[in-house]
């Protein structure tokens, strides 16, 4: 039960992080390319990549480790995260996006199969984990836009970023 709650506070964590970032991403990215056919590509590109490297990494979790998978997924979202402060054309949004994908990636495969090896109750440990992250994306987009006006976009960023380090040394408790 211990490790189900401290892989709850990193899911939350690391949904926060998305959660104050996802919906600010478009105007960002809008921001500095000016065109709004590059934020589909952007989007687009990030979610076929998400699931591509899913498929892939499916035959290889086990494997791996659960938490090997995990830890570098947070290590590289928080790179990712780094990565956009200094973005300011669409190419370097793309390779970012395409970090950021390949991170996206690793964390989902990491928490989902993490929370199902911890009990034989596989569903409600997925449910619970899933229902947290919603909470946390909700709760924090709620806020990212006050915290545009009242910092930047580099703020939101690098806050990310920070809670994803902050899981990963959480991470050692699991």
């Avoid at 480790?65 to 054309?89: E, Q």
């Avoid at 996006?97 to 199969?113: K, P, Q």
Wanted: cysteine-free.
């Amino acid at each position: 039960m211990r490790k189900l709650l401290v892989l709850g506070i990193i899911n939350v964590l690391v949904s926060l992080g998305t959660g104050l970032v996802g919906p600010m991403l478009s105007l960002y990215y809008n921001q500095i390319t000016e065109d709004v056919k590059s934020v589909g590509i952007l989007y687009g590109t990030f979610w076929f990549l998400v699931a591509s490297i899913e498929l892939f990494l499916r035959n290889y979790i086990e494997k791996i480790g659960y938490k090997k998978v995990l830890a570098f997924g947070l290590l590289l979202s928080a790179i990712a995260d780094l990565l956009y402060v200094f973005s300011f054309t669409f190419e370097l949004l793309l390779i970012t996006e395409i970090i950021a994908a390949i991170a996206n990636a690793f964390l989902f495969i990491g928490t989902y199969s993490i929370a199902s090896s911890l009990s034989k109750e596989r569903g409600k440990n997925i449910a619970t984990i899933d229902a947290l992250a919603n909470f946390s994306y909700a709760f924090a987009a709620l806020f990212s836009g006050f915290l545009i006006a009242a910092f930047n976009y580099e703020f939101l960023f690098l806050f990310s970023g920070s809670l994803n380090l902050l899981s990963l040394f959480l991470l050692a408790f699991i």
